[in-house]
C-alpha cells in the first residue's frame, strides 16, 4: 500500500522540490503552505508521514506538531520536522512537542528519502 | 583676763628644769623624726602601718584641745564635745569621703588643700593663690595661738609670767618657735616631690600624739583616781557643792542646739580642709587602705583623749572653786598644787607635744601651699631657670619652703606678740575653723560633682570669706580693742540690718552659728547657682570629668600636635623630679601602655596629661602647667602651625570632598556601565537574532537549489518541461541569495555607519522620476498603475542622490508586492511636509498592514504575509529604507487600515537647512549605531 507523505511549508519552490522528489519515490504526496492548512490536510488525507516546516506563517510547525499529538487520530503519524535553524535548542524543542525526527535546511535529497524510508518502514514505532 | 599667778600659789618648777624638759623632749623629736626617715631610705617604712596613720592625723587635737577642752568643760559643761563629734561624724564617712580625697589626690599628685581645689577647677593658678593666701592668713593666728599655749604653760609651770619676761630674747616660746623651725626645714621639706611621703615628720608627729594622750590619760585617771576615789566621786562632790554637776547644754551663754549642730559642721569641715589635716590625712598617706582602719582608730583616740575631760574640769572647779583661776590651766595647775612636778612635767610636755605638732605640720603644709602656688609657678617661668639642674631647681624650691615655714612661725610669733591676751584660745580656733569651711564647698562639691565650675567655685569662695571676714574677723579684732568697735553693735553707718554679728536683723544665733550659717550659706549658695549659669566647658569640664569619677590619667589621649618629643619632655621632668625617678616613672608609664621602651612613646595629649601630674606633685599644679606650657609653647601655638593644621584641616576637607565627588561619579559610571552592559546585552541578543534571521533566509533558497539540482542531477531523463522549470527555479532563488547578501552587507555598511554617502542638493522631482522609470516595466508586467503628482517650486534637498532612488524604489517595490495583479493602484506623491522638509509618499491600495504588525514595519526580517503566501523579498527592504533616511536626518514612518492599503512617507530635510559641507545629518551614524 502506498504510503501517504504531508509536505507543509511556506515557501512553494520548496513544495514543489519536495513533491517531486517524494512522488517519484512511489509516495502519495500532499502539500500545504501554513499551519492551518497542514491541520486541515491532515484530517483530510491522513497522512502516514508529515514533513512540517517550523518557520512558518499562522501557526507554526511546533504548535502544529503539538496539535496533531494531541489527537489520538494522528497517533500513528510520523513527524519530521524541517528547520532552517540549526541550533541544537531547536531540535531538542521539536522532539519535546512530539516530532519524530529531525533535518536542517539545507538537506540532500537522498538523506531526506532515507530519513523518511526508515520512518515508514514496518515495526517502527 | 584671770591668770593663775598671785591668786593661788603653788610651788612652781625651775624655769631652767622646764626648758631643759622642753627642749630636751624637742631633741627627742628630732631623734624620732631622722630614725623614721633612715628607715624608709633603708626600705623599712615605719609609717606604713594604719595606727601611725590615724595617730598623725590626731594632729588635730592642738594645744587648744590640751588645755582648752577642760576649760570649756569647766564653764560649759558638753560644750567642749563638738569639735570632737564632727571629725568622729567625718571619720565614720571616711571609706567614702576621705578615701576618695586621698584616692584622687594621689591620681592627680596634689600637693596641699589649696592645690586640690585648683587642681579640680582646672588647675586654676588664680583660684589656687587665692586659697592659698586665704588659708595662710586664716592659719596664722591659729600658729599664734599654739606659741601661745606653749608660753602660757610655760607660765603655769614656773610661774613666771612671760610678760615679766626681761627681754623678747629671753621669751622661751620664741625660742621654742625657732626649733620649731627647724625642724619642720629638717623634716617637712626633704623631697620636691609629694609621691616621697615625709616619713620622719609623721612618725615624729604619730610619737607626738602618743606623749599627749598618754600625758592626759596618766593626768585624768590621777585626778579621777588618786586625787578622788572615782568618778561617781567627783561628781557627787560637784553636785553637792554647785547643785549641778555639769552646765546643762542651753544654760550657757544661751546656746541652742542650732549652735551644735553648726559646731558639729564646723569642726568636720575644718578636719577635712584644715592644712594640716590634708597634709597628714591626704598628702602623706601611705596607703589608701589606711583609712577605712582610720575610721575607727581616730574616733577611738579622740574617745580616749576626752575620757577624763570632764572628770578633770569638775576637779578642777571644786580644787580651785574659791580662786579666780583660768579653766585652762586646770590641767596643769592640778598636779602643780598637789605637788605631783613629775606629772606636772609630763602634762606640760604633752601640751608642748599638741602645740608643736600643730606648728610643724601646718607650717610644712602652707610652706607646699604658698610655695606651690606662688612662688614657683612665677619662678619657674623665669628663662634662666630652664639652665638650672635638677639639684639646683629642687634645692631652690625646698629652700623657698623653709623661708615660708619661718614666715609661718614669724608671723605667728608676731601676731602672737602683738594681741597679747586679747584674744582666748577658743575663739582663735574657732574664727580659723569658720575661715578653712569656707573652702568645703568648692573642695567637696568639686569632689562628687563634676558640674561644679571654677566661676562657681571662686565666686563662693569669694563670697563665703567676705562674710567671713566682715562677721566674724571683724567683731573679733574690735572686741580685741584693735580699733573703734561701736559700730559693731550698731551696723556701720548706723544700719542695723548690717549689723556683723546679727546679719540681715536675724537674732538669735550665737555670732559664730550666724557667722558659719551665712558664710557657708551664701558660699554654697553662689557655689551652685555660679556652678549651673557658668558651667565648665572645654579642657576643665574633661577634667573635672576625671576628677569625680577618679578616671585613669592614662586614659583616652586625644589629639596633640607638636614637635616636642618624649627626650625633650623627659629632659624637664629630671629637672623638677631627678634623672632617676625620671626614668623610673616613665618607664612606669610605657609599660602601663604595653610597650617595652620608652623610647617608643610618643608626646600625645595623655603623656602631656601625665608629664603634668608628676610635675604637679613637685611643684604643684599651676606651676606644672606653666612649665609645660613653656616647654610646648614654641610647638604648639605658634601661629603658622595653627596655620598648617588648619591647612591640613583644609586638605582633608578638599579630599573627602573630591572623595564623594569621585564616589559620585563611580556610581554614575556604574550606572552607566550597567546601561551600557544591558544595551550590549540587548544588541548582541539582537546580533545573535539578526545572524539567526539572515541563515534562516539563506538557508530557505539553499534548500530548494540543492533539492532540485540534485533531482536533476539523478535523473537525466526528466521531462524537459520539469528541467527547464527546475532551472528557473534555481536560477531565481540564486538571484534571491544575490539579493538577500547584497541587502546584508548594505545594512551593515549603514549600521555600522561606513557608507559612502555623497550628500549634494538634489531636486527631489528628478530622485522621484529616475525611481519611476526603473520600476514602470515591473508596473506594467504586473499592471499596476502608477499615480504621480509632485508639488511646484519645491525646493532643492540635501541627500545623497542613489541611495534616496534606494528607498523610492524599496517603498516602490514593496507595494508593488502586495497590490493585487490588474487591478494595482501606486500614488506617489511629493510636496513640502513641516518647514525644511520634503516628504514623500507612496501610497498601494494592497490587503494594509495588520494593526499588530504596525510596529514591526521597518524591523528586519519582519514581513507581513496580508493574507498571501509568502510575499518575495528579503524583509530588509525597509529597515534599509529607515537607515538611510535617518542617515538624512528624515523621517520614515507608515499608515494604513486593513484593507485599505499602506501608505509609506519620508521626509528628507531641504537643503537650505543644512550647511554644504556638513555630511547631512550625519550625526545620526554615532547616535544611533545599532541602526534601530
Not at chain 2, 875 to 904: D, N, Q, T
Request: with cysteine; net charge negative.
Amino acid at each position: 500500500m502506498t504510503k501517504k507523505i504531508l509536505v507543509v511549508d511556506d515557501e512553494e519552490n520548496i513544495l514543489i522540490s519536495l513533491e517531486f522528489l517524494l512522488q517519484r519515490a512511489g509516495y502519495d504526496v500532499a502539500v500545504a503552505h501554513d499551519g492551518d492548512e497542514a491541520l486541515a490536510q491532515a484530517e483530510r488525507f491522513a497522512p502516514d508521514l508529515i514533513l512540517l516546516d517550523v518557520m512558518m506563517p499562522k501557526k507554526d510547525g511546533y504548535e502544529v506538531c503539538r496539535l496533531l499529538r494531541q489527537d489520538p487520530r494522528h497517533e500513528a503519524c510520523k513527524i519530521v520536522l524541517l528547520t532552517a535553524k540549526g541550533r541544537d535548542i531547536d531540535r531538542a524543542k521539536g522532539l519535546a512537542q512530539g516530532a519524530d525526527d529531525y533535518l536542517t535546511k539545507p538537506f540532500s535529497t537522498k538523506e531526506l528519502l532515507e530519513h523518511v524510508e526508515r520512518l515508514l518502514a514496518p515495526g517502527t514505532v | 583676763m584671770p591668770s593663775a599667778e598671785g591668786v593661788f600659789s603653788w610651788q612652781p618648777l625651775p624655769a631652767w628644769l622646764a626648758a631643759i624638759v622642753a627642749f630636751g623632749y624637742l631633741s627627742l623629736l628630732f631623734a624620732v623624726a631622722y630614725r623614721a626617715d633612715r628607715q624608709a631610705r633603708l626600705g623599712r617604712s615605719l609609717t606604713d602601718a594604719g595606727w601611725v596613720y590615724a595617730l598623725s592625723i590626731a594632729v588635730y587635737c592642738t594645744a587648744w584641745t590640751y588645755f582648752g577642752s577642760v576649760g570649756r568643760a569647766a564653764s560649759g559643761g558638753l560644750w567642749f564635745l563638738p569639735i570632737y563629734l564632727g571629725p568622729t561624724l567625718v571619720m565614720l564617712l571616711a571609706p567614702v569621703l576621705v578615701r576618695r580625697m586621698v584616692r584622687v589626690s594621689k591620681e592627680w599628685r596634689i600637693t596641699s588643700v589649696s592645690d586640690f581645689i585648683a587642681t579640680r577647677y582646672g588647675r586654676a593658678a588664680g583660684l589656687g593663690r587665692f586659697v592659698s593666701l586665704f588659708v595662710f592668713v586664716g592659719v596664722v593666728p591659729y600658729v599664734a595661738l599654739q606659741l601661745k599655749a606653749i608660753a602660757f604653760a610655760f607660765d603655769v609651770l614656773t610661774g613666771v609670767p612671760e610678760a615679766a619676761a626681761a627681754g623678747w630674747w629671753s621669751d622661751r616660746s620664741l625660742w621654742v618657735a625657732v626649733v620649731l623651725v627647724i625642724f619642720a626645714a629638717l623634716f617637712g621639706t626633704r623631697h620636691l616631690d609629694v609621691t616621697e611621703r615625709h616619713e620622719g615628720l609623721v612618725a615624729a608627729i604619730a610619737f607626738e600624739s602618743v606623749v599627749k594622750l598618754a600625758a592626759f590619760l596618766l593626768l585624768g585617771a590621777w585626778v579621777t583616781f588618786v586625787v578622788f576615789p572615782g568618778p561617781g566621786a567627783i561628781v557627787e562632790a560637784a553636785q553637792a557643792r554647785f547643785g549641778t554637776a555639769i552646765a546643762p547644754l542651753d544654760a550657757v551663754d544661751g546656746l541652742h542646739y542650732g549652735d551644735w549642730a553648726v559646731m558639729i559642721l564646723l569642726s568636720g569641715l575644718a578636719f577635712l580642709l584644715l592644712p594640716r589635716q590634708f597634709q597628714v590625712m591626704v598628702v602623706e598617706n601611705v596607703r589608701v587602705g589606711h583609712v577605712d582602719r582610720a575610721a575607727w582608730q581616730f574616733p577611738a583616740y579622740l574617745l580616749l583623749i576626752n575620757l577624763f575631760v570632764l572628770p578633770v574640769a569638775l576637779a578642777g572647779r571644786l580644787f580651785f572653786a574659791d580662786v579666780s583661776l583660768d579653766p585652762d590651766t586646770y590641767v596643769l595647775a592640778l598636779p602643780l598644787a598637789q605637788g605631783q612636778s613629775l606629772l606636772a612635767l609630763l602634762v606640760f610636755l604633752g601640751g608642748i607635744s599638741a602645740a608643736t605638732s600643730m606648728v610643724i605640720v601646718e607650717s610644712v603644709a602652707v610652706a607646699t601651699m604658698v610655695c606651690n602656688d606662688w612662688v614657683a609657678p612665677w619662678w619657674v617661668r623665669r628663662r634662666q631657670v630652664a639652665e638650672l639642674g635638677h639639684a639646683e631647681i629642687a634645692g631652690t624650691l625646698l629652700w623657698v619652703r623653709r623661708v615660708v615655714i619661718a614666715a609661718v612661725l614669724a608671723c605667728g610669733y608676731g601676731y602672737y606678740r602683738l594681741t597679747g591676751e586679747s584674744f582666748a584660745l577658743v575663739s582663735i580656733g574657732l574664727i580659723s575653723f569658720a575661715a578653712v569651711a569656707q573652702l568645703a564647698p568648692a573642695a567637696l562639691g568639686g569632689l562628687f560633682w563634676a558640674g561644679g565650675s571654677r566661676t562657681g567655685a571662686a565666686a563662693g569662695i569669694a563670697l563665703g570669706v567676705l562674710v567671713w571676714s566682715y562677721t566674724l574677723m571683724l567683731p573679733s579684732l574690735a572686741k580685741s580693742g584693735w580699733f573703734e568697735a561701736h559700730w559693731i553693735e550698731t551696723g556701720p553707718w548706723g544700719m542695723v540690718w548690717l549689723q556683723p554679728e546679727r546679719l540681715f536683723g536675724v537674732e538669735g544665733m550665737a555670732p559664730l552659728t550666724a557667722s558659719v550659717v551665712w558664710s557657708l550659706g551664701l558660699n554654697t549658695l553662689v557655689y551652685v547657682l555660679f556652678s549651673l549659669v557658668f558651667p565648665p566647658r572645654g579642657a576643665q569640664a574633661q577634667g573635672a570629668r576625671r576628677f569625680v569619677r577618679v578616671e585613669s590619667s592614662a586614659g583616652a589621649g586625644g589629639v596633640w600636635r607638636g614637635r616636642v618629643g618624649v627626650p625633650a619632655v623627659a629632659q624637664v621632668m629630671a629637672r623638677f623630679l631627678g634623672e632617676d625617678r625620671t626614668r623610673e616613672l616613665l618607664l612606669g608609664y610605657a609599660r602601663e601602655r604595653g610597650l617595652a621602651a620608652v623610647e617608643a612613646l610618643e608626646v600625645d595629649a595623655a603623656f602631656v596629661r601625665f608629664a603634668e601630674t608628676m610635675l604637679a606633685g613637685a611643684i604643684g599644679g599651676a606651676a606644672a602647667r606653666l612649665v609645660l606650657e613653656t616647654l610646648l609653647e614654641e610647638a604648639t601655638p605658634s601661629f603658622d602651625d595653627v596655620m598648617h593644621v588648619l591647612d591640613e584641616a583644609n586638605q582633608i576637607r578638599t579630599y573627602s570632598r573630591m572623595l564623594e565627588e569621585k564616589s559620585r561619579a563611580l556610581e554614575k559610571a556604574t550606572r552607566r556601565l550597567q546601561e551600557a552592559n544591558e544595551k550590549l546585552t540587548e544588541l548582541d541578543r539582537l546580533k545573535d537574532e539578526f545572524i539567526s534571521a539572515v541563515t534562516h533566509e539563506l538557508r530557505t533558497p539553499l534548500t530548494s537549489i540543492r533539492a532540485l539540482a540534485e533531482i536533476l542531477a539523478d535523473d537525466p531523463d526528466l521531462p524537459r518541461e520539469d528541467r527547464l522549470r527546475f532551472y528557473r527555479i534555481i536560477v531565481r532563488e540564486c538571484e534571491r541569495l544575490t539579493r538577500l547578501v547584497n541587502q546584508v552587507l548594505d545594512l551593515a555598511k549603514l549600521e555600522s555607519g561606513h557608507g559612502e554617502w555623497q550628500p549634494e542638493a538634489l531636486e527631489m522631482r528628478d530622485l522621484v522620476q529616475e525611481a519611476i522609470e526603473t520600476i514602470v516595466p515591473l508596473a506594467q508586467e504586473k499592471q499596476v498603475r502608477l499615480e504621480v503628482s509632485i508639488e511646484p517650486g519645491l525646493p532643492a534637498v540635501w541627500a545623497d542622490r542613489d541611495r534616496v532612488v534606494q528607498v523610492i524604489l524599496n517603498l516602490l517595490n514593496n507595494a508593488l508586492k502586495f497590490v493585487p495583479a490588474g487591478a494595482g493602484i501606486i500614488t506617489i506623491r511629493v510636496g513640502r511636509q513641516a518647514a525644511g522638509e520634503v516628504a514623500v509618499q507612496v501610497a498601494d491600495n494592497g490587503p494594509g498592514i495588520p494593526p499588530e504588525f504596525m510596529p514591526h514595519v521597518f524591523d528586519r526580517f519582519r514581513q507581513a504575509t496580508g493574507g498571501l503566501a509568502k510575499p518575495p523579498g528579503t524583509g530588509l527592504g525597509l529597515a534599509i529604507c529607515k537607515r538611510i533616511v535617518e542617515h538624512l536626518g528624515g523621517r520614515i514612518w507608515v499608515e494604513s487600515l486593513p484593507g485599505e492599503g499602506a501608505r509609506f512617507t519620508f521626509t528628507v530635510p531641504i537643503a537650505e537647512r543644512l550647511e554644504p559641507g556638513n555630511e547631512g545629518g550625519g550625526h545620526d551614524d554615532e547616535e544611533n549605531p545599532s541602526g534601530r
